[in-house]
């Protein structure tokens, strides 16, 4: 079954000023009278509100807050962490904590929020990078770690989760070696990107209403992968 989405990609644009006229020449003037056309509703949204773990479950004051507000899109995919989401194992490996692979279910959170806020849009991302959480065994010991080192974090950059793995006391972002990349990711193929698709709509999914899940984005923040995710 082939469906029809609205992909957004969101890019940020940073113009420097040199060259360009003093601003405090410039006048900007708004005529009120003016023709006028409404705003989607689609454009006051929220970012991360709700919970994915169930049992950590969204309270009943944000679901208020959601419904009274007139709140019309939220955005859930958990930013750097929708990168590397598995959905068939509703695990993700966290690119901000040493890259730990954890359990992540957005297959409960867009259940509760079309039960709970029913009006709303839902916004999710397409994993586009090429490799997704796998298994959580080779994660890096981080408590441990700041319980042995006088409760000091070692740099959250480095790539101490996986195989092999040797963290860099010394503090800096690389590790001393990188943990090896397959024993807690795995490869991530093209049709598996788009695969949730018919896990959440199509014949024998989890029954989603697709009507309020019409936008996806293209991953996250692609332009700084290079710094995000240089594990692979």
């Given amino acids: 079954m082939k469906y029809s989405y609205i992909v957004l990609v969101a890019v940020l644009i940073l113009f420097g000023t040199e060259g360009y ?12 009278n003016g023709k006028s056309h409404k705003i989607s ?4 949204g ?22 009274e507000s007139g709140i019309g899109i939220l955005r859930e995919n958990s930013g750097n962490n929708s990168t590397k989401y598995n959905f068939h194992r509703r695990v993700a490996s966290h ?12 297959d409960y959170e867009v259940k509760n929020i079309q039960e709970y806020a029913p009006q709303v849009q839902v916004m999710y991302g397409l994993p586009i990078l090429g490799y997704v959480g796998a298994s959580s065994e ?23 989760t996986g195989k092999g793995a040797k963290p ?6 690389n590790a001393l070696v990188d943990g090896e990349i397959l024993s ?24 989603v209403d697709r009507s309020k899940v019409q936008y996806w984005a293209l991953d ?13």
């Fill in 220 to 232: 996250n923040e692609p332009e700084i992968w290079h710094i995000t995710h240089d594990d692979v």
């Fill in 168 to 173: 860099n006391p010394d503090d800096g972002r």
């Fill in 21 to 32: 006229p003093n601003t405090s020449s410039i006048e900007i003037s708004i005529d009120g």
């Fill in 46 to 67: 929220k970012n991360n509100s709700t919970n994915d773990d169930s049992t950590n479950a969204t309270t009943d004051s944000m679901w208020t807050l959601i419904n």
């Fill in 41 to 44: 509703r689609y454009v006051y």
């Fill in 95 to 106: 690119p901000d904590w040493y890259n730990r692979v954890h359990e992540q279910n957005w």
């Fill in 184 to 207: 807690y990711l795995k490869v991530w193929p093209t049709d598996s990107c788009v695969g949730i698709l018919d896990h959440w709509f199509g014949e024998g999914g989890l029954g």
């Fill in 138 to 160: 080779y994660n890096f010991a981080d408590w441990d770690w700041y319980i042995s080192h006088n409760k000091k974090w070692l740099n959250t950059a480095q790539n101490v």
